[in-house]
Protein backbone atom coordinates (compact mmCIF):
# COMPACT_ATOMS: atom_id res chain seq x y z
CA UNK A 1 0.00 0.00 0.00
CA UNK A 2 1.00 3.78 -0.85
CA UNK A 3 0.29 5.85 2.45
CA UNK A 4 0.11 9.30 2.64
CA UNK A 5 0.48 10.19 6.63
CA UNK A 6 -0.29 13.73 6.96
CA UNK A 7 0.41 15.11 10.24
CA UNK A 8 1.61 18.24 11.72
CA UNK A 9 4.21 17.54 13.86
CA UNK A 10 6.63 14.42 14.13
CA UNK A 11 10.10 13.67 16.19
CA UNK A 12 12.59 14.13 16.13
CA UNK A 13 12.29 17.30 13.84
CA UNK A 14 9.17 19.47 15.68
CA UNK A 15 7.26 18.28 18.83
CA UNK A 16 4.52 19.80 21.26
CA UNK A 17 3.06 16.67 22.49
CA UNK A 18 2.21 13.10 22.04
CA UNK A 19 1.20 13.43 18.12
CA UNK A 20 4.47 14.37 17.26
CA UNK A 21 5.69 10.98 19.29
CA UNK A 22 3.39 8.74 17.12
CA UNK A 23 3.82 10.37 13.68
CA UNK A 24 7.50 9.83 14.29
CA UNK A 25 6.98 6.02 14.97
CA UNK A 26 3.94 4.39 13.34
CA UNK A 27 5.19 5.35 9.97
CA UNK A 28 8.34 3.57 10.27
CA UNK A 29 6.66 0.88 11.75
CA UNK A 30 4.37 0.39 8.68
CA UNK A 31 6.95 0.44 6.75
CA UNK A 32 8.45 -2.64 8.31
CA UNK A 33 5.45 -4.18 7.35
CA UNK A 34 6.17 -3.86 3.89
CA UNK A 35 4.16 -0.77 2.85
CA UNK A 36 5.31 2.97 0.95
CA UNK A 37 4.68 5.56 3.53
CA UNK A 38 5.20 9.09 2.76
CA UNK A 39 5.24 11.62 5.83
CA UNK A 40 3.60 15.43 4.63
CA UNK A 41 4.53 17.55 7.21
CA UNK A 42 4.73 21.82 6.96
CA UNK A 43 8.41 23.07 6.14
CA UNK A 44 7.98 25.12 9.30
CA UNK A 45 11.54 26.76 10.41
CA UNK A 46 12.69 24.08 12.91
CA UNK A 47 12.05 21.77 10.52
CA UNK A 48 14.34 23.18 7.82
CA UNK A 49 17.00 23.54 10.71
CA UNK A 50 17.07 19.83 11.30
CA UNK A 51 16.81 18.83 7.44
CA UNK A 52 20.25 18.11 5.60
CA UNK A 53 19.68 17.29 2.26
CA UNK A 54 16.04 17.65 0.27
CA UNK A 55 14.87 17.83 -3.33
CA UNK A 56 12.09 19.70 -5.17
CA UNK A 57 9.97 17.32 -6.47
CA UNK A 58 7.01 19.46 -7.06
CA UNK A 59 5.74 22.64 -7.26
CA UNK A 60 1.90 23.98 -6.62
CA UNK A 61 0.26 27.39 -6.02
CA UNK A 62 -2.40 28.01 -3.37
CA UNK A 63 -3.89 31.46 -1.78
CA UNK A 64 -1.68 33.22 -4.17
CA UNK A 65 1.65 31.55 -2.39
CA UNK A 66 3.95 29.45 -4.69
CA UNK A 67 4.64 26.39 -2.72
CA UNK A 68 7.22 24.18 -2.98
CA UNK A 69 7.23 20.20 -2.31
CA UNK A 70 10.75 19.15 -0.50
CA UNK A 71 11.19 15.51 -0.52
CA UNK A 72 14.07 14.65 2.12
CA UNK A 73 14.26 11.20 4.24
CA UNK A 74 12.59 10.80 7.98
CA UNK A 75 16.08 10.67 10.04
CA UNK A 76 17.58 6.57 10.05
CA UNK A 77 14.63 4.90 8.40
CA UNK A 78 13.03 4.54 4.68
CA UNK A 79 10.28 6.48 5.33
CA UNK A 80 10.28 9.48 2.57
CA UNK A 81 9.80 12.98 4.22
CA UNK A 82 7.05 15.59 2.07
CA UNK A 83 7.91 19.30 3.40
CA UNK A 84 5.45 21.69 2.38
CA UNK A 85 7.71 24.55 1.88
CA UNK A 86 5.56 28.27 1.50
CA UNK A 87 7.47 30.45 4.13
CA UNK A 88 4.41 33.14 4.66
CA UNK A 89 2.77 29.96 6.10
CA UNK A 90 5.53 28.41 7.86
CA UNK A 91 9.07 30.11 7.85
CA UNK A 92 8.26 31.68 11.44
CA UNK A 93 10.04 31.16 14.66
CA UNK A 94 9.03 28.71 17.79
CA UNK A 95 5.75 26.77 18.49
CA UNK A 96 3.71 25.42 14.83
CA UNK A 97 0.38 26.90 16.72
CA UNK A 98 1.51 29.33 19.20
CA UNK A 99 2.72 32.62 18.77
CA UNK A 100 5.84 33.27 21.90
CA UNK A 101 3.05 34.73 24.24
CA UNK A 102 1.11 31.50 23.52
CA UNK A 103 -1.60 32.70 21.86
CA UNK A 104 -2.61 30.89 18.30
CA UNK A 105 -1.41 32.18 15.44
CA UNK A 106 -3.91 34.67 13.95
CA UNK A 107 -3.66 33.19 10.48
CA UNK A 108 -3.65 29.08 11.59
CA UNK A 109 -6.94 28.82 9.80
CA UNK A 110 -5.15 30.00 6.25
CA UNK A 111 -1.46 27.88 7.05
CA UNK A 112 -3.47 24.66 7.70
CA UNK A 113 -6.32 24.80 4.94
CA UNK A 114 -3.00 25.94 2.75
CA UNK A 115 -1.28 22.55 4.03
CA UNK A 116 -4.05 20.20 3.38
CA UNK A 117 -4.90 21.53 -0.17
CA UNK A 118 -0.75 20.60 -1.00
CA UNK A 119 -1.91 17.32 0.40
CA UNK A 120 -4.95 16.95 -1.47
CA UNK A 121 -2.40 17.80 -4.17
CA UNK A 122 -0.05 14.74 -3.30
CA UNK A 123 -3.04 12.37 -2.45
CA UNK A 124 -4.15 12.86 -6.40
CA UNK A 125 -1.19 12.54 -7.64
CA UNK A 126 -1.09 15.86 -9.44
CA UNK A 127 2.65 17.37 -8.35
CA UNK A 128 3.77 14.81 -11.17
CA UNK A 129 5.87 12.51 -8.41
CA UNK A 130 4.46 9.42 -9.91
CA UNK A 131 3.43 7.99 -6.46
CA UNK A 132 -0.11 6.79 -6.63
CA UNK A 133 -1.74 6.62 -3.10
CA UNK A 134 -3.92 4.11 -1.90
CA UNK A 135 -5.16 6.06 1.62
CA UNK A 136 -4.54 9.24 3.08
CA UNK A 137 -4.25 8.42 6.95
CA UNK A 138 -4.90 12.07 8.28
CA UNK A 139 -3.64 12.99 12.15
CA UNK A 140 -6.27 15.98 13.91
CA UNK A 141 -7.82 18.87 13.09
CA UNK A 142 -4.87 20.72 11.10
CA UNK A 143 -5.35 17.35 8.65
CA UNK A 144 -9.05 17.22 9.08
CA UNK A 145 -10.26 19.18 5.40
CA UNK A 146 -8.32 16.27 3.59
CA UNK A 147 -11.40 13.96 3.64
CA UNK A 148 -13.90 16.55 2.65
CA UNK A 149 -11.90 17.83 -0.13
CA UNK A 150 -10.76 14.26 -1.36
CA UNK A 151 -14.91 13.83 -1.25
CA UNK A 152 -15.63 16.24 -4.27
CA UNK A 153 -13.18 14.45 -6.66
CA UNK A 154 -15.36 11.44 -8.51
CA UNK A 155 -11.91 8.64 -7.76
CA UNK A 156 -10.01 9.33 -4.90
CA UNK A 157 -7.58 7.38 -2.45
CA UNK A 158 -9.45 6.43 0.84
CA UNK A 159 -8.94 7.67 4.26
CA UNK A 160 -8.71 7.30 7.78
CA UNK A 161 -9.05 10.56 10.46
CA UNK A 162 -6.89 9.19 13.53
CA UNK A 163 -8.42 11.85 16.60
CA UNK A 164 -5.41 12.13 18.94
CA UNK A 165 -7.55 14.64 20.81
CA UNK A 166 -11.30 16.02 20.19
CA UNK A 167 -10.81 19.32 22.41
CA UNK A 168 -8.90 20.62 19.96
CA UNK A 169 -11.39 21.22 17.25
CA UNK A 170 -9.99 24.14 14.69
CA UNK A 171 -12.79 26.05 15.03
CA UNK A 172 -13.64 29.14 12.84
CA UNK A 173 -15.47 31.54 11.92
CA UNK A 174 -17.86 31.00 8.93
CA UNK A 175 -16.43 33.29 7.00
CA UNK A 176 -13.29 32.28 7.39
CA UNK A 177 -14.09 29.34 5.32
CA UNK A 178 -15.66 31.39 2.76
CA UNK A 179 -12.50 33.98 2.90
CA UNK A 180 -10.48 30.37 2.39
CA UNK A 181 -12.42 29.92 -1.22
CA UNK A 182 -13.60 26.22 0.25
CA UNK A 183 -16.29 24.71 -1.51
CA UNK A 184 -19.87 25.38 -0.86
CA UNK A 185 -20.83 21.64 -1.14
CA UNK A 186 -19.03 20.49 2.05
CA UNK A 187 -20.57 23.58 4.25
CA UNK A 188 -23.82 21.96 5.63
CA UNK A 189 -24.49 20.16 8.95
CA UNK A 190 -22.79 16.86 8.23
CA UNK A 191 -19.94 18.44 6.55
CA UNK A 192 -17.80 21.03 8.47
CA UNK A 193 -20.54 23.37 9.94
CA UNK A 194 -20.51 23.24 13.23
CA UNK A 195 -23.38 25.33 15.37
CA UNK A 196 -22.80 27.86 12.38
CA UNK A 197 -18.94 27.74 12.71
CA UNK A 198 -16.12 25.96 10.84
CA UNK A 199 -15.11 22.87 12.23
CA UNK A 200 -11.65 21.43 10.57
CA UNK A 201 -12.14 18.62 12.76
CA UNK A 202 -15.50 18.09 11.74
CA UNK A 203 -14.17 17.74 8.05
CA UNK A 204 -12.40 14.75 9.48
CA UNK A 205 -14.95 12.68 11.23
CA UNK A 206 -17.91 13.29 8.61
CA UNK A 207 -16.25 12.32 5.38
CA UNK A 208 -13.21 9.89 6.39
CA UNK A 209 -14.24 6.28 5.12
CA UNK A 210 -12.66 5.10 8.77
CA UNK A 211 -12.19 7.10 12.00
CA UNK A 212 -10.01 6.04 14.58
CA UNK A 213 -8.74 7.28 18.10
CA UNK A 214 -5.66 6.11 19.97
CA UNK A 215 -7.24 3.93 22.51
CA UNK A 216 -10.53 1.76 22.71
CA UNK A 217 -11.76 3.45 25.56
CA UNK A 218 -11.58 6.59 24.42
CA UNK A 219 -13.29 5.68 21.41
CA UNK A 220 -16.61 4.75 23.62
CA UNK A 221 -16.23 7.82 25.70
CA UNK A 222 -15.99 10.44 22.65
CA UNK A 223 -19.71 8.95 22.10
CA UNK A 224 -20.55 10.32 25.34
CA UNK A 225 -21.85 14.33 26.01
CA UNK A 226 -18.93 14.64 28.68
CA UNK A 227 -16.11 13.69 26.36
CA UNK A 228 -17.77 14.23 23.24
CA UNK A 229 -18.17 18.08 23.13
CA UNK A 230 -21.16 18.06 21.50
CA UNK A 231 -19.63 15.75 18.21
CA UNK A 232 -21.50 12.48 20.30
CA UNK A 233 -24.23 12.45 18.31
CA UNK A 234 -22.02 12.61 14.88
CA UNK A 235 -19.59 9.99 16.54
CA UNK A 236 -22.63 7.68 17.53
CA UNK A 237 -24.11 7.80 14.31
CA UNK A 238 -20.27 6.92 12.60
CA UNK A 239 -20.08 4.25 15.45
CA UNK A 240 -19.38 1.14 12.37
CA UNK A 241 -16.72 3.55 11.15
CA UNK A 242 -14.77 4.32 14.52
CA UNK A 243 -12.41 2.06 16.59
CA UNK A 244 -10.09 2.63 19.00
CA UNK A 245 -5.92 1.48 18.92
CA UNK A 246 -3.49 1.94 21.17
CA UNK A 247 -0.32 4.07 20.54
CA UNK A 248 2.98 1.93 20.82
CA UNK A 249 6.33 3.35 22.12
CA UNK A 250 9.19 4.05 20.04
CA UNK A 251 11.45 1.51 21.56
CA UNK A 252 14.88 2.66 20.05
CA UNK A 253 14.09 6.28 22.13
CA UNK A 254 12.44 4.66 25.05
CA UNK A 255 14.28 1.50 26.58
CA UNK A 256 16.00 2.26 29.79
CA UNK A 257 18.61 -0.33 29.21
CA UNK A 258 19.75 1.79 26.44
CA UNK A 259 18.56 5.22 26.75
CA UNK A 260 22.07 7.34 26.33
CA UNK A 261 20.29 10.39 28.45
CA UNK A 262 20.86 8.43 31.83
CA UNK A 263 23.46 8.58 34.46
CA UNK A 264 22.57 4.74 34.86
CA UNK A 265 21.10 2.29 32.43
CA UNK A 266 18.82 -0.28 34.03
CA UNK A 267 17.01 -3.19 33.03
CA UNK A 268 14.80 -5.91 34.69
CA UNK A 269 17.54 -8.24 35.79
CA UNK A 270 19.08 -5.35 38.03
CA UNK A 271 16.65 -3.04 38.69
CA UNK A 272 18.43 -2.04 41.77
CA UNK A 273 20.83 0.55 39.38
CA UNK A 274 17.46 2.61 38.64
CA UNK A 275 18.24 4.15 41.75
CA UNK A 276 21.50 6.01 40.86
CA UNK A 277 19.29 7.75 38.36
CA UNK A 278 16.77 9.01 41.43
CA UNK A 279 19.84 10.27 43.44
CA UNK A 280 20.81 12.07 40.65
CA UNK A 281 18.40 13.92 40.31
CA UNK A 282 17.61 14.34 44.00
CA UNK A 283 21.43 15.98 43.83
CA UNK A 284 20.55 18.12 40.76
CA UNK A 285 17.35 19.52 42.54
CA UNK A 286 18.62 20.04 46.33
CA UNK A 287 16.06 17.59 47.57
CA UNK A 288 17.29 15.35 50.15
CA UNK A 289 19.45 12.59 49.10
CA UNK A 290 17.46 9.63 49.98
CA UNK A 291 16.88 6.21 48.61
CA UNK A 292 14.22 5.54 50.93
CA UNK A 293 11.66 8.96 50.22
CA UNK A 294 9.62 8.36 47.00
CA UNK A 295 10.35 10.33 44.33
CA UNK A 296 7.15 11.18 41.92
CA UNK A 297 7.42 12.49 38.74
CA UNK A 298 5.16 14.69 36.73
CA UNK A 299 6.16 15.51 32.88
CA UNK A 300 3.15 17.21 30.85
CA UNK A 301 1.93 19.76 28.78
CA UNK A 302 0.23 22.24 32.16
CA UNK A 303 -3.18 22.31 30.42
CA UNK A 304 -6.54 21.76 32.17
CA UNK A 305 -7.15 18.45 30.35
CA UNK A 306 -3.75 17.21 32.61
CA UNK A 307 -5.26 17.39 36.05
CA UNK A 308 -3.30 20.44 37.23
CA UNK A 309 -6.21 21.37 39.15
CA UNK A 310 -6.60 18.22 41.31
CA UNK A 311 -2.78 18.46 42.17
CA UNK A 312 -2.99 22.08 42.78
CA UNK A 313 -5.75 21.84 45.06
CA UNK A 314 -4.51 18.14 46.80
CA UNK A 315 -0.78 20.12 47.48
CA UNK A 316 -1.12 21.47 51.17
CA UNK A 317 -2.44 17.41 52.20
CA UNK A 318 0.48 16.12 49.80
CA UNK A 319 3.86 18.07 51.59
CA UNK A 320 2.67 16.27 54.65
CA UNK A 321 3.15 13.00 53.60
CA UNK A 322 6.88 11.46 53.62
CA UNK A 323 7.42 12.11 49.39
CA UNK A 324 9.13 14.45 47.24
CA UNK A 325 7.93 15.57 44.00
CA UNK A 326 9.73 16.89 40.35
CA UNK A 327 7.48 18.53 37.88
CA UNK A 328 8.46 19.39 34.23
CA UNK A 329 6.45 20.96 31.86
CA UNK A 330 5.96 24.41 30.08
CA UNK A 331 1.56 26.08 29.04
CA UNK A 332 -0.61 28.07 30.64
CA UNK A 333 0.74 30.92 32.40
CA UNK A 334 -1.66 30.95 35.75
CA UNK A 335 -0.91 27.00 35.64
CA UNK A 336 2.70 27.62 35.40
CA UNK A 337 2.90 30.53 38.33
CA UNK A 338 1.03 28.35 40.16
CA UNK A 339 3.56 25.72 40.20
CA UNK A 340 6.37 28.04 40.96
CA UNK A 341 4.90 29.29 43.96
CA UNK A 342 4.50 25.73 45.31
CA UNK A 343 7.76 25.52 44.91
CA UNK A 344 8.56 28.30 46.64
CA UNK A 345 6.43 27.38 49.74
CA UNK A 346 7.57 24.13 50.03
CA UNK A 347 11.14 24.20 48.70
CA UNK A 348 12.26 20.65 50.28
CA UNK A 349 9.42 18.39 48.97
CA UNK A 350 8.54 20.20 45.38
CA UNK A 351 10.58 20.75 42.33
CA UNK A 352 9.01 22.63 39.23
CA UNK A 353 11.14 23.26 36.42
CA UNK A 354 9.23 25.25 33.91
CA UNK A 355 10.38 24.46 30.00
CA UNK A 356 11.05 21.66 27.25
CA UNK A 357 13.36 19.57 27.95
CA UNK A 358 13.67 16.32 26.14
CA UNK A 359 16.78 15.24 28.54
CA UNK A 360 15.20 15.68 31.54
CA UNK A 361 12.02 13.98 30.79
CA UNK A 362 13.67 10.87 30.03
CA UNK A 363 15.77 11.14 33.27
CA UNK A 364 12.56 11.84 35.17
CA UNK A 365 10.97 8.55 34.09
CA UNK A 366 14.12 6.79 34.58
CA UNK A 367 14.89 8.61 38.39
CA UNK A 368 11.13 8.94 39.76
CA UNK A 369 10.04 5.84 41.78
CA UNK A 370 6.17 6.86 40.65
CA UNK A 371 4.67 9.26 37.79
CA UNK A 372 1.41 11.09 38.78
CA UNK A 373 -0.73 11.77 35.69
CA UNK A 374 -4.15 12.54 36.82
CA UNK A 375 -5.39 13.90 33.88
CA UNK A 376 -9.14 14.90 33.11
CA UNK A 377 -9.28 12.94 30.18
CA UNK A 378 -6.00 11.43 28.37
CA UNK A 379 -6.64 9.86 24.22
CA UNK A 380 -4.02 7.99 24.95
CA UNK A 381 -1.36 8.97 26.97
CA UNK A 382 2.46 8.22 26.41
CA UNK A 383 4.26 9.22 29.52
CA UNK A 384 2.40 6.01 31.23
CA UNK A 385 3.69 3.81 28.80
CA UNK A 386 7.11 5.29 29.00
CA UNK A 387 6.64 4.84 33.16
CA UNK A 388 5.97 1.07 32.66
CA UNK A 389 8.85 0.57 30.81
CA UNK A 390 11.00 2.21 33.11
CA UNK A 391 9.94 0.80 36.82
CA UNK A 392 7.83 3.98 37.52
CA UNK A 393 4.92 3.10 38.53
CA UNK A 394 2.28 5.08 37.24
CA UNK A 395 -0.55 6.38 39.22
CA UNK A 396 -3.47 7.80 36.72
CA UNK A 397 -7.31 8.25 36.77
CA UNK A 398 -10.02 5.84 35.42
CA UNK A 399 -9.99 7.65 31.46
CA UNK A 400 -8.84 7.04 27.78
CA UNK A 401 -5.67 5.33 27.49
CA UNK A 402 -4.85 5.68 31.34
CA UNK A 403 -7.32 2.73 31.83
CA UNK A 404 -6.67 0.78 28.84
CA UNK A 405 -2.61 0.47 30.08
CA UNK A 406 -2.43 0.48 33.63
CA UNK A 407 -4.13 -2.13 35.97
CA UNK A 408 -5.11 -0.92 39.69
CA UNK A 409 -3.32 -2.71 42.50
CA UNK A 410 -5.34 -4.92 44.27
CA UNK A 411 -4.78 -8.24 46.28
CA UNK A 412 -6.02 -10.14 43.54
CA UNK A 413 -4.46 -7.96 40.90
CA UNK A 414 -1.02 -9.05 42.96
CA UNK A 415 -1.69 -12.83 42.94
CA UNK A 416 -2.57 -12.53 39.08
CA UNK A 417 0.73 -11.18 38.14
CA UNK A 418 -1.74 -7.87 36.18
CA UNK A 419 -1.33 -5.22 39.03
CA UNK A 420 1.16 -2.12 37.04
CA UNK A 421 -0.15 0.94 39.35
CA UNK A 422 -2.43 3.12 40.90
CA UNK A 423 -6.11 4.19 39.62
CA UNK A 424 -7.26 7.04 41.50
CA UNK A 425 -11.30 6.54 43.10
CA UNK A 426 -12.36 9.98 42.03
CA UNK A 427 -11.34 12.58 40.38
CA UNK A 428 -10.15 15.40 42.41
CA UNK A 429 -7.89 16.37 45.05
CA UNK A 430 -8.98 13.93 47.91
CA UNK A 431 -8.77 10.79 45.21
CA UNK A 432 -5.43 12.01 44.28
CA UNK A 433 -4.43 11.69 48.01
CA UNK A 434 -5.73 8.57 48.67
CA UNK A 435 -3.83 6.60 45.86
CA UNK A 436 -1.13 8.41 46.75
CA UNK A 437 -1.56 7.10 50.64
CA UNK A 438 -2.40 3.50 48.59
CA UNK A 439 0.87 3.39 46.70
CA UNK A 440 2.99 4.55 49.78
CA UNK A 441 2.02 1.30 51.57
CA UNK A 442 2.78 -0.66 48.89
CA UNK A 443 6.30 1.20 48.24
CA UNK A 444 6.71 0.39 52.11
CA UNK A 445 6.89 -3.37 51.09
CA UNK A 446 9.72 -3.48 48.93
CA UNK A 447 9.44 -7.17 47.47
CA UNK A 448 5.39 -5.97 46.37
CA UNK A 449 6.88 -2.63 44.71
CA UNK A 450 9.33 -4.42 43.03
CA UNK A 451 7.04 -7.18 41.71
CA UNK A 452 4.86 -4.15 40.51
CA UNK A 453 7.94 -2.84 38.58
CA UNK A 454 7.92 -5.83 36.73
CA UNK A 455 4.97 -6.70 35.74
CA UNK A 456 4.67 -3.08 33.97
CA UNK A 457 7.99 -3.54 32.35
CA UNK A 458 6.55 -6.81 30.73
CA UNK A 459 4.17 -5.53 28.98
CA UNK A 460 4.20 -5.02 25.37
CA UNK A 461 3.47 -1.71 23.82
CA UNK A 462 5.77 -2.25 20.73
CA UNK A 463 4.37 -0.36 17.40
CA UNK A 464 4.30 -3.36 15.89
CA UNK A 465 0.90 -4.32 16.91
CA UNK A 466 -0.35 -1.21 16.56
CA UNK A 467 0.90 -0.82 13.22
CA UNK A 468 -0.72 -4.41 12.52
CA UNK A 469 -3.89 -2.86 13.69
CA UNK A 470 -3.67 0.08 11.66
CA UNK A 471 -3.65 -1.70 7.88
CA UNK A 472 -6.55 -3.96 8.76
CA UNK A 473 -8.22 -0.38 8.96
CA UNK A 474 -6.61 0.95 6.15
CA UNK A 475 -7.54 -2.17 4.24
CA UNK A 476 -11.19 -1.64 5.29
CA UNK A 477 -11.43 2.00 4.72
CA UNK A 478 -9.89 1.42 0.86
CA UNK A 479 -12.60 -1.55 0.60
CA UNK A 480 -15.70 1.20 1.92
CA UNK A 481 -13.86 3.39 -0.58
CA UNK A 482 -14.54 1.26 -3.60
CA UNK A 483 -17.40 0.18 -2.83
P1 LIG B 1 -0.10 14.94 25.01
O1 LIG B 1 0.08 14.51 23.60
O2 LIG B 1 -1.52 15.17 25.39
O3 LIG B 1 0.75 16.11 25.37
P2 LIG B 1 1.18 12.40 25.71
O4 LIG B 1 1.38 11.74 27.02
O5 LIG B 1 0.59 11.58 24.63
O6 LIG B 1 0.35 13.73 25.97
O7 LIG B 1 2.58 12.86 25.12
C1 LIG B 1 3.33 13.90 25.64
C2 LIG B 1 4.73 13.78 25.07
O8 LIG B 1 5.37 15.04 25.18
C3 LIG B 1 5.59 12.81 25.83
O9 LIG B 1 6.57 12.29 24.97
C4 LIG B 1 6.22 13.73 26.89
O10 LIG B 1 7.40 13.20 27.42
C5 LIG B 1 6.46 14.96 26.10
N1 LIG B 1 6.49 16.20 26.89
C6 LIG B 1 5.44 16.92 27.33
N2 LIG B 1 5.87 18.01 28.00
C7 LIG B 1 7.21 17.97 27.98
C8 LIG B 1 8.26 18.82 28.51
N3 LIG B 1 7.97 19.92 29.19
N4 LIG B 1 9.54 18.47 28.28
C9 LIG B 1 9.83 17.35 27.60
N5 LIG B 1 8.91 16.51 27.09
C10 LIG B 1 7.62 16.81 27.27
C1 LIG C 1 -2.86 13.66 22.14
C2 LIG C 1 -3.44 13.12 23.43
C3 LIG C 1 -2.62 12.03 24.05
C4 LIG C 1 -2.11 11.04 23.01
C5 LIG C 1 -1.39 11.78 21.91
C6 LIG C 1 -0.84 10.87 20.83
O1 LIG C 1 -2.11 14.79 22.25
O2 LIG C 1 -3.68 14.16 24.36
O3 LIG C 1 -3.39 11.34 25.01
O4 LIG C 1 -1.25 10.10 23.61
O5 LIG C 1 -2.25 12.68 21.30
O6 LIG C 1 -1.83 10.09 20.22
Known sequence: MNILFVTSEAYPLIKTGGLADVSGSLPLALQELGHDVSLLLPAYSTVMDRVDNYEVVGKTRHYEHDIRLLESKLAGSAVRLLLVDCPAAFDRPGNPYVDA???????????????????????????????????????????????????????????????????????????????????????????????????????????????????????????????????????????????????????????????????????????????????????????????????????????EQKGLDMIIDAMPELTELPLQMLFLGSGEKHYEQALLSLAEQYPESVVVVIGYDEELSHQIEAGCDMFLMPSLFEPCGLNQLYSLAYATIPLVTPVGGLVDSVVDHSAQTMQDGSATGFI????????????????????????????????????????????????????????LNAG
Open 101 to 303: AGQPWADNAYRFALFNQVAVDVAMNRLGMDWPVDLVHCNDWQAGLVPPLLSLFASHPASVFTIHNLAYMGLYDKQIFFELGLPAEIWHLAGVEFHDLFSFIKGGLSYADCVNTVSPQYAMEIQTPTFGYGLEGLLQHRADRLSGIMNGIDQQTWDPASDDNLVQNFDRDNLEKKTKNKLDLQKRYDLKKAKKIPLIGFIGRLV
Open 424 to 479: LESLDGPGLVQAIKRALAVYAEPEQWQQLQLNGMKQDFSWQTSAEQYVELYEKAIA
